[in-house]
């Protein structure tokens, strides 16, 4: 993880907490409100919301990024085993990879069809793994976690 001069880990990750708990509300709420229902969803929504779920997928599983500066759960969880699976989004990261993130030739390749009916189950897998990783918390970041969080209405 790099950081400024002066900064120390801790410092940054406690700093960091706002913008994790803002990008959290903000696919909460994208679907939650003001859809009683969260599916299915219009394109430019569903789009947004595959973004967020894609920047949660790599938090959970400790996926800093090429310039290794992005924050991840492991940062926040101390010594205990939160190590989610998510079976669901790993099953649809290639394809949403090549179909969403980039323009890919792996888009003229592909076969399988989005029809957004993997919505709901990756919703569902990103809520079940924040509600396991929030009670993993280190006491250390747990007090800015939930002051957060409250911040947010939650």
């Known amino acids: ?7 120390t880990d801790e410092e940054r990750r406690v700093g960091a907490i706002q913008h994790i708990v803002h990008d959290w509300s903000m696919l909460v709420r994208l679907i939650d409100n003001p859809h009683p229902q969260p599916f299915p ?7 947004a919301f595959l973004v967020e779920c894609r920047k949660f997928a790599n938090f959970f599983g400790n996926i800093r990024g090429r310039r290794n500066e992005d924050a991840v759960s492991r940062d926040f969880v101390g010594d205990t085993h939160f190590k989610p699976k998510l079976p669901v989004w790993n099953k649809w990261h290639e394809h949403i990879n090549r179909q969403l993130m980039h323009l890919s030739y792996g888009r003229v390749e592909n076969t ?11 919703y569902r897998e990103m809520l079940d793994t924040w509600d396991k990783f929030l009670p993993c918390v280190d006491a250390k970041y747990k007090t800015e976690f939930d002051t957060q969080l ?5």
């Open 1 to 7: 993880m790099r950081k400024e001069k002066g900064v």
């Open 41 to 47: 969803l219009n394109h430019a929504t569903e789009r």
């Open 112 to 122: 399988e069809s989005w029809d957004g009916s993997a919505n709901d189950p990756i």
């Open 150 to 154: 409250k911040n947010r209405g939650f």
